[in-house]
């Protein structure tokens, strides 16, 4: 045991120094040094050679070389389980037991009261059974947070069409698709319901988007001309914003009974 200390002191002789020079000036500097947990788990490249019973080893410098095999303050911590203490959008409801990253709760949600760990109080006080929350369907459960915040989202969309203005066209849900993967919205041919017969003149129009089991959504969008002579381009200023409007009132009836075109 002597001997492995004496060559681990030679090994971190000079890292030490540095660090009690750090620590002084940190101390001048009037900062905070708090203990990171964490430990390395390393390897000889070069073993240490046999010897006599009674006699030390002789050691090389090559067997100062060491490879790193764990290091933990580099691995990512597992989520942490809580519970809701309100309805968060994207993360859950009331009263639901469930994962989340350690960064999220402990630096927003547990310092302002929406979630708390799951002790033998809390989950008497707090928890809600996760079938009296979401009722039978598994599947559902997933998808619905996220559903909801992904919803709201689109439902404040004011969606730019370009189309050209040396050409003649009539707007169909490819364009709109188009339109809607330049805004970073992936969205295929089915999910898009036309309202209008034969849009051919730019302006305001709405038109609809549905999602896995949430509602029909009616969306605006606006058609802009633009042209190839670069002196025509439209300014872009002038046309309304692109997110945080004012969403549309939404039909209750579903979007097979309205009158679309296919």
């Not at 002790?119 to 059974?129: A, M, S, V, W």
Request: proline share 5%.
């Amino acid at each position: 045991m002597d001997i492995i200390l004496k060559g681990l002191a030679h090994v971190i002789k000079r890292p030490v120094c540095h660090c009690v020079l750090q620590y002084s000036r940190i101390r001048l500097l009037g900062g905070n040094l708090q203990q990171i947990r964490n430990h390395f788990i390393l390897e000889r490249m070069y073993p240490v050679q046999l010897y006599k019973k009674g006699k030390n080893p002789y050691i090389k410098a090559k067997n100062y070389v060491y490879k790193s095999l764990k290091f933990t303050e580099c691995e990512k911590l597992p989520d942490i389980e809580c519970i809701l203490t309100k309805n968060i959008d994207g993360i859950g409801k009331k009263g639901e037991l469930l994962k989340i990253p350690r960064k999220l709760f402990r630096n927003h949600l547990y310092l302002t009261g929406d979630a708390v760990y799951p002790t033998e109080e809390n989950i008497q006080e707090y928890h809600i059974p996760f079938k009296e929350l979401y009722g039978e369907d598994l599947h559902k459960t997933k998808s619905s947070a996220w559903a909801d915040r992904t919803w709201a989202h689109l439902a404040g969309l004011f969606l730019r069409v370009p189309m050209s203005g040396d050409n003649r066209w009539i707007l169909n849900k490819t364009h709109i698709r188009v339109a809607l993967r330049r805004m970073g919205i992936e969205a295929k041919d089915e999910n898009i319901i036309l309202t209008q017969k034969e849009v051919t003149q730019p302006g305001e129009f709405v038109f609809m988007l549905t999602m896995k089991e949430m509602p029909t959504l009616r969306v605006r969008g606006i058609i802009y001309l633009t042209y190839k002579d670069p002196n025509y381009q439209p300014d872009e200023k002038n046309l309304p914003n692109i997110w945080g409007n004012e969403p549309l009132q939404q039909l209750i009836s579903d979007a097979s009974s309205s009158s679309v075109v296919e």
